[in-house]
């Protein structure tokens, strides 16, 4: 199947005369006849539900639907895309460990790697994405782990070089995560560039109606954790905490995921709702029809702004002549998202009144969903960085972030134009 057939059709398969759509499971638990039955659950020697901080059957039907698209072998979903991306890491670091991670990514992450990670014991090195990569190679100790990325980072519209970044994971006998909420599966699949293991906030397009919070998981399965054992013990030496398992010899490509699953999600419990994971069912349904329109909207938008003489600069990798059209045209064919970021000439202030005189585009903290809205990451999701950390996000103070949702294009550039003309 083509990846907008398996938008549809992949995942939850109901047999006959069972429900059309995923069905909602609003059940903590499940019954077993005999004692026996559910001490083989306990053992993960049998598989079967019996609680729905582990397992649930919406959450796994519309974590199946993703992984198809995504290319993967198993996933989960979280509650937030904040959890997913702790999972993802923490799954294969432990105190006194050290991992790589490009400086340019989504505020919360920097933060959870950089000030609460730390706390655990875990050392994250923020990198420039765009090094070479020998120099990148400099920054790889004897107790790095993984290194990590986003496919488009939020909010500075950069477009990972993912062949680079699976060479420097795999030189060194690590995998490579990144976090493919911008992108999606519908326009990027990590997975096929040699990425080892994907994440998402499915806040974003992925639910695409500003309606759930929750995250994702996917395994590619490919990453051989036995060919670097001594790095990663969690999974290459018996789980005391789980009967003396080995989860890389006993799951094989199923490791990972099965590990996240009974260790993680059983002692921290991130579970997303299977209310939500019935909207991610739901919002992956429509997310490659969504997609084409978010990106058609987005260039007519930014070819607007990048024409306009109030506007001192737009980044957006699908207009010609952007730092990372190359890169984007090399591994998201199809167009990017519908997420830009742009500055106003005349700094902070002119840029404030611009904000406020607009009357369709609203001022949310959102990204990503069928409404228009904008965001000054500066003073609302970076504030809480200092200026330095700041430019070393490639963060630039007058940074506007624009994400463009499903309205009529014509409207959006005739609200912006108005509030341009208030400055
Ligand atoms: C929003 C976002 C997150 C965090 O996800 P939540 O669902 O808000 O916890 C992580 N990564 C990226 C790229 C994001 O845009």
Known sequence: MNIDTKCVQSGYRPGNGEPRQLPIYQSTTWKYSTSEEMGKLFDLEASGY?????QNPTNDGAASKLCEMEGGVAAMLTSSGQAANFYAVFNICECGDHFISSSSIYGGTYNLFGVSMKKMGIECTFVDQDLPLEELQKYIRPNTKCIFGETITNPTCTVLDFDKFAKLAHNNGIPLIVDNTFATPINCRPIEHGVDIVTHSTTKYIDGHASSVGGAIIDSGNFDWMASADKFPGLTTPDESYHGLTYATAFGKGAYITKATAQLMRD????????NAYYVQIGLESLSARMERHCRNAKKVAEFLANNDKIAWVHY???EGDKYHDLQLKYLPKGSCGVMCFGIKGGREQSIRFMDSLKLISIVTHVADAKTCLLHP???????LTDDQLREAGVAPDLIRLSIGLEDADDLIEDIKQALDKI
């Open 50 to 54: 019996f609680y729905t901080r582990l």
């Open 378 to 384: 500066a003073s609302h999701t970076h504030r809480q």
């Open 268 to 275: 921290f419990g991130s579970i997303q709702a299977p209310q």
């Open 317 to 319: 990798s699908d207009l």
